[in-house]
């Protein structure tokens, strides 16, 4: 069976479950899964892979679970490719059904950076453990002199058998006494003049390894009238510094070539004195200081090179780098008198590195947004103020201080804004709710792959939605964008999303829908909590108190329809304070506030939840802080009672939508021309972002509201 990189495969209802669960786990460690099965038994599995909070994923971090079919010493009759991150629909756990044959297995991670990963799964008959090692023969074959030995070269072929029932797994050999232990595929020929001795043994599928055996013979050099002794040479490699000195090692690579009989043999020796010794590998020196190191071959005819040597220093690495980058940014672009940037803004970030190993990567963040990479300059064409933060990492893992650069663009220039089907900045491409891993990355047209997708669009049908995905992948794949792996990724991620299929046509996008999985994509921050209720719904104020919010760090939002239902749970004749926050920027170290709450509040929009006629004049409906409504002809219902609301933003203009009844409009005058000193004085033009996160506020342990049925569409 084949799993796609995101898709789990559920047993099927009327499938028999599998005779054994088999359970991998990961967790932040990129070198090693923290569980995984090493034996097994024939027949039908379970396969679990878990990669969530549980297992101590603590950073979103992905991991896959495959097995390799492409590599002959393994089994490769198990497609199985699953990648699993606690931030999917699956909370990370992911489940696939095999059937397992007797022999090894071998699995890993394919996430670059991840391939220490890995792993081998030993699959044994059923019906009892097999304990009787196999049996191991060999045969020399080959030209052989009156005294027995080999002339020119000697072909040693091993064979083995297991009466223990699980079957020959694998067989090994050695050449010499003190040889490592190799992988027999082929009959081992050797060609060396002299005597040797080749050791051999074999393991079954159970694990039992048969006892050492060996053979001897001798290899003598065919009679010849060679007198040419061999050609050498050789390289010194490894890394250097500005002297041309090595730092902390050298590796010397020697070779040799004889057109006649053939080379028997190469040498070398470490110094002008050193021993002369067999040259298997390419020799390595670490010893610090200045070396010498000799070299010469021999045929078989018994001709010896003339002796050569190479010269070198070797120097110890210089201290570690302990310094961070230092980086600077520029604007660019054409300037009114007011100092705005007409049509477009580009910015130029810089990066050295003072400390020595190098810069290895610089990213920037446009308007409080995550941090992605930088590769060219950032080019600004939506009209409003920006801020663009930066910073760089050098090689040896220091991270520069965020700085920051502050601009604003205005309409003119002939410059239009870039024509996207949709506005989305997450970091990976994920279509509807699968994130295929493949990185959200800026395209020919400015547009990011994940707004050329059209996944928030009303698709009439499945199919038609994957033609369109395909057209688009075809297209980036053609102008390098993505490659073919990437490409492969987002079409499994589009096939499992299920879009344009019957109920999925409404053009809302559920973000929350009762399910722990779909609460568990919302981040609490500030004071306060939020608790998921048995029922499907969520309320504020139980737990904990202080002011606080819960928000959705998925994705960023700008033209939506933002639909929920909101109830008044507010102990006692009292009425509860809440509200639901719009077009704030990211709110983790953001880095003009200490509690991150705040960011919503003074740089997003609070559309007010309060019944009260008493106390605040902001009342249900309200733009906190900007536009007042009442709660005459607002349309209130008894507390208790679940309340529709629709938030609708176009450009700079609100409708708040109570019960279907429009009660409240609000044109948020200056446009998207966002200052934060204008942030700490609601009630003046309060000009804010074009776009930004969704959040819902908890005010204490008193204002108690439930939400249920969270859903946006994009306009």
């Not at 030209?143 to 029932?165: C, L, P, R």
């Not at 190993?357 to 920037?364: D, H, L």
């Not at 994509?521 to 209720?533: D, E, H, I, R």
Request: charged share 20%; glycine share 12%; aromatic share 8%.
């Amino acid at each position: 069976m084949t799993l796609g990189m995101q898709a789990t495969t559920p047993a099927a209802a009327d499938q028999p479950a599998a005779a054994q669960v088999l359970t991998w786990t990961a967790g932040d460690d990129i070198t090693k899964y923290t569980s995984a099965p090493t034996t097994a038994v024939a027949g039908t599995a379970t396969i679990v892979f878990e990669n969530s909070t549980a297992t101590g994923n603590t950073t979103g971090m992905p991991h896959t679970l495959t097995f390799e079919t492409s590599d002959p010493e393994f089994n490769d009759d198990v497609q199985l490719n699953i990648l699993a991150n606690p931030n999917d629909d699956q909370g990370g756990r992911h489940t696939a059904e095999v059937t397992l044959t007797p022999g090894r297995y071998f699995y890993h991670c394919t996430i670059p950076g991840h391939g220490q990963m890995q792993g081998i799964l030993v699959v044994t008959e059923g019906g009892g453990a097999d304990t009787t090692a196999p049996e191991a023969t060999a045969k020399v074959t080959g030209t052989q002199n009156a005294q027995g030995a080999y002339i020119g070269s000697a072909s040693v072929s091993v064979a083995a058998t297991d009466e223990g029932g699980s079957g020959v797994d694998r067989i090994q050999y050695a050449v010499g006494t003190a040889g490592d232990w190799l992988p027999y595929t082929a009959p081992v020929v050797v060609d060396q003049v002299g005597a040797h001795q080749v050791r051999y043994r074999a393991f079954d599928k159970a694990g039992n390894v048969s006892a050492e055996k060996s053979v001897q013979f001798t290899v003598v050099a065919p009679s010849t009238d060679d007198t040419a002794p061999p050609e050498t040479s050789a390289t010194v490699s490894g890394e250097r510094n500005t002297d041309g000195a090595y730092i902390d090692m050298a590796t010397v690579t020697v070779t040799a070539s004889d057109v006649g009989s053939g080379v028997d043999r190469i040498q070398y020796a470490v110094g002008t004195t050193g021993d002369w010794l067999p040259y298997t590998a390419p020799v390595m020196v670490h010893q610090l200081g200045t070396h010498t190191v000799r070299y010469r071959a021999t045929d078989k005819a018994g001709n010896v090179s003339p002796e050569k040597s190479v010269q070198f220093t070797v120097v110890s690495a210089p201290p570690r780098d302990t310094t961070p980058p230092v980086t600077g940014a520029t604007v660019t672009g054409t300037r009114n008198s007011d100092g705005a940037y007409v049509g477009k803004a580009r910015v130029t970030v810089s990066a050295t590195d003072p400390g020595g190993s190098g810069v290895a990567r610089v990213e920037y963040s446009l308007d409080g947004g995550p941090y992605l990479a930088y590769t060219a300059p950032v080019v600004v064409d939506r009209v409003g103020a920006h801020t663009v933060a930066y910073r760089a990492s050098d090689q040896a893992g220091n991270t520069s201080q965020a700085r920051t650069v502050s601009f604003t663009v205005v309409a003119g220039g002939g410059v239009p804004a870039p024509n996207c089907p949709e506005f989305d900045e997450r970091l990976t491409v994920i279509v509807g709710t699968v994130d295929s891993g493949v990185p959200n990355r800026v395209t020919d047209n400015r547009c990011r792959i994940n707004e050329l997708i059209e996944d928030e669009k009303e698709w009439t049908s499945h199919a038609l939605f994957l033609k369109h995905v395909k057209t688009v992948l075809g297209r980036l794949l053609d102008e390098g964008v993505v490659d073919e792996r990437e490409y492969e990724a987002v079409r499994d991620a589009a096939g499992a999303s299920g879009i344009g299929r019957p109920g999925q046509t409404e053009g809302y996008r559920k973000l929350f829908d009762g399910s722990a999985d779909s609460f568990a994509k919302w981040q609490q921050v500030g004071g306060g909590s939020f608790a998921l209720n048995a029922d499907g719904t969520m309320t504020s104020g139980t737990t904990r108190a202080g002011l606080g919010m819960l928000w959705f760090p998925q994705r960023k939002y700008g033209d939506f329809s933002l639909k929920l239902q909101w109830r008044d749970d507010a102990p006692g004749t009292g009425n509860a304070n809440s509200g639901v926050f719009v077009r704030f920027p990211w709110v983790l170290d953001h880095p003009e506030e200490s509690r991150p709450e705040w960011v919503a509040i003074k740089y997003g929009h609070e559309v007010q939840v309060l019944d009260r006629p008493d106390g605040d004049m902001y009342k249900t409906g309200s733009v906190y802080g900007f536009d007042r409504v009442g709660l005459a002809g607002a349309g209130v219902t008894q507390k208790g009672t679940w309340n529709d609301y629709e938030i609708r933003v176009v450009d700079q203009h609100y409708s708040v939508y109570r019960n279907g009844v429009l009660i409240n409009e609000f044109d948020n005058i200056g446009g998207q021309d966002f200052s934060p000193a204008r942030a700490d004085d609601p009630g003046t033009d309060g000009r804010r972002f074009a776009s930004g996160y969704i959040g819902l506020q908890v005010h204490s342990t008193t204002d108690v509201v439930s939400y249920r049925d969270i859903r946006i569409k994009e306009l």
